[in-house]
């Protein structure tokens, strides 16, 4: 059987009895976390405020009192839903007043007794529950009640639009437009007194913009030419039609929607310059809301295709409508759609489904918002929210310094990682007064970051800032990466932010790290063959026409001295060549492990090649620890097998089994005679050379064939 999981109370108290007493009072039905003072008890709450069913809270502690967890819990509006009962020896009338005032559900004054505090923490725990249960009740009618209300304006206005010849989705894109310009628009300026219900509701009667096209002749509506000037005059008395419609409604006709939607009916085509219709409007007579669906509707019809004309691009669009080719628009308002030309493309390729959800969703929390007693669901949403995206932000991050910042109370909690590493405490209240902090960031930067983070806005909230900071009494050069937090209400407000440090001198030393781990052979330390490949391709491609030679090396009888010696000794064998090899080569030569004991070099000559390679070939032979150093190699030029890299190296390979099927110790140049012979060779023993082996051949030598 499943256990049923407890819900969880925080206790504040610094007395370690008092905490222990309670704990055991209540840690039979309740999880209990403690805090040994107000400081501690707010960190707790701001890493698992929608978890916390309740809060036992002393008054008299260190580092932050009663009072003070009470005034951060309010800022955040966090008492809203988590219940208090303050317990102390303080029962003063002024400190019982004053805790009430901050939001406490209830008061027991100490010495106090178990059954009557067990109780009460029972019957308030009960209460909020019944609560958070009736808000969601009453959230799926309004829900439900949204749902209906846009269905049957959508089915209105798709029908008006299937007259009309226009795609069923023009309704759609003009509210989806009209509400982010609005919400950009309240964001830019006060001019406009705009809240977010008001532009949801106008986002809402937009969709009834057109009604009064219901009256057009569809010959008229749907003329694939251009319309004659009577015709031009029938059309444009839609607007009028449909306000007319709206005012003349036998009910409903004082409602806001209504009253609403027929200033948008009626002049969603007046202009700015007065050389609209149907009245000749001028400026901010038109109302606001007319003046954004106005523009929303001349872009969709831009960007879509009608009887009458092909769809422009999105860029074209915005173009033709700040150059004033469809119109003359507030200059206000055209700065928001450029402001914003990315975010409208992008929301309008989006699901259209999923934005009407999250429209309704947020019409549910802006109708909850107008009755006082169920504002603790909708703030309950935006921490579910804001603990889902602070935790996914941080999902991808390890080993680095994590941070998040309030602006109420002033806070920065950090990771236990970037605590430790930079010499801080993990919870700093008020750091731009911190000591530490300030030794650790100079004002200028903390002033810059700060700025940058007020700068963004909800639609682009990251920000990357590099600054110094000094770590350990040296000056490191860092990159903070950051989204900054803003409220849901409208305007939104900033109040604070998550983010990362990243150590720019550590990041890029472990990035070389990983590159060299990827392109270098971990025991000898020259290149892989796998890179040295691509190294190589590059070259021919970028230096086409040179010559270019590839020479295949191994160790003669380097089995023996792995039997001999041990494999620890082979490994020292094998770091010994690639040193020589390092030391033999050119600097533009590139030289690599193959794999074993097989190594490559790849140069470029102009003249004479021989020397070269003897050279080379003389300065791996030699003596390491009494073993005796033999190689054999073989060479294949470009000029002989062209430039294609598998045949170069399939050349070299042959040249070398050559070598080895005659006589070891020697280097061969790549000919035609040996284009067979890797299909003679037959293995005859499993040991080094099994794959070596091979039936006689012509005698070599360390000339160049």
Partial sequence: MERTRKQKILIIDDSELNRAILADMLGDEYDIIEAENGLQGVAVLQRQSTDISLVLLDIVMPEMDGFGVLSVMKQNQWIEDIPVIMISAESGSSHVERAYDLGVTDFISRPFDALIVHRRVVNTILLYAKQKKLVGMVADQIYEKEQRSSLMIDILSHIVEFRNGESGLHVLHVRTITELLLKHLVQKTDQYSLTAADISMIGTASALHDIGKISIAENILNKPGKLTD????????HAQVGADMLENLPIHQNEPLVKVAYTICRWHHERYDGRGYPDGLVGDAIPIGAQIVALADVYDA???????KPPFSHETAVQMIVDGKCGVFNPLVLECLTDISDQIKDELSHNAALQRDQREMRNIAQEMHRHE???????TLQLLE?????????????????????????MVTLSTWGANNLGLDEIIMDPHQNEKVQELMNEHDRKGLSDALRSTHPEHPEITYDCQLTLHGQKRWFQIIARAIWSAEEPPRYTGAIGKAID?????MRLDALERMASHDSLTGLLNHAYAKKRILERMDSRSGSHFALAIFDLDHFKSANDSYGHSFGDRVLIHVAEKLRQSIRGGDIAARAGGDEFLIFLEYKDELLPIISRIFSSLCGVFEDFRISISMGIAQTEIVGGNYDALFHAADQALYTVKRSQRGQFRFYDYSMQ???????PIDSGEDASRAAAPAPAGDQQQK
């Fill in 230 to 237: 009577e015709e031009f005059a029938i059309m444009k008395t």
């Fill in 302 to 308: 831009l960007t879509s295709k009608r009887v009458y």
């Fill in 373 to 379: 007693e169920l504002t603790a669901s909708e703030r």
């Fill in 386 to 410: 804001h603990e889902r995206m602070k935790y996914s932000f941080f999902a991808a991050m390890t080993q680095e310094i994590q941070f998040e910042y309030t602006l109420s109370p002033s």
């Fill in 504 to 508: 720019t001198h550590e990041s890029r």
């Fill in 676 to 682: 067979n012979t890797l299909s003679t060779i037959t």
